[in-house]
């Protein structure tokens, strides 16, 4: 089956093999957030982008698998609503932007333009973004071959840019 990303609350997840990662992508909360499991192939070890809403569904998600760590890409209520649950029921290390990490309710580390995260033995590379919020990272894999796979949070939405113009903690983008 053709790999499209289209999903929507409630629906199956989107799986995408690539090298060395397996995505899985599924839509949660009343806002239809986006959050991505990544599986590095070589030793199943897993990463949760957004822990955005909907703890019960992403802990569904993630099974009985494990969780080694969170990322949440920038520090708007809807992409980290489920984040407290998932690290107190999974043990998963919580990571997000430095300027972002204070008005997130778990964060274990934080990270700036530049530094890497790993799942297992993939790297993600972090990129800061300035606008949606001080803090918004955008995580960069790079496949082996050269293929580039980029999660942005509300940096980009479907069809254009996301919503740069108001950056404080309670905005509405």
């Known amino acids: 089956m053709t790999y499209t990303g289209d999903v929507s609350r409630g629906s199956a997840p989107a799986v995408r093999e690539l090298a060395g990662l397996t995505m ?3 839509s949660v909360g009343e806002m239809d957030n986006n959050a991505y499991l990544l599986r590095c192939t070589a030793d199943g070890s897993r990463l949760l982008i ?3 809403n909907d703890a019960s569904t992403l802990l569904g998600l993630i099974g009985d698998g494990g969780l080694a760590t969170v990322v949440t890409t920038h520090r708007h209520w809807d992409h980290h609503g489920a984040l407290a649950d998932v690290v107190q029921a999974t043990g998963a290390r919580s990571v997000a932007g430095a300027d ?6 778990v ?3 934080t990270v700036r333009d530049g530094d890497t995260i790993t799942v ?3 790297t993600l590379e972090v990129i800061h973004v ?3 919020t001080p803090g918004s990272i955008v995580l960069l894999y790079r496949e082996p071959g050269g293929i580039a796979h980029l999660w942005t949070g ?3 939405f ?3 840019v996301g919503n740069t113009r108001r950056t404080r903690s309670g905005s509405r983008h």
Request: proline share 7%; net charge negative; charged share 25%.
């Open 24 to 26: 899985t992508k599924v």
């Open 50 to 52: 957004d822990a955005a």
């Open 100 to 105: 972002d990490a204070a008005e997130i309710p």
């Open 107 to 109: 964060v274990h580390d």
């Open 120 to 122: 297992g033995d993939c």
């Open 130 to 132: 300035v606008g949606h």
């Open 154 to 156: 509300d940096s980009l």
């Open 158 to 160: 479907p069809g254009g």
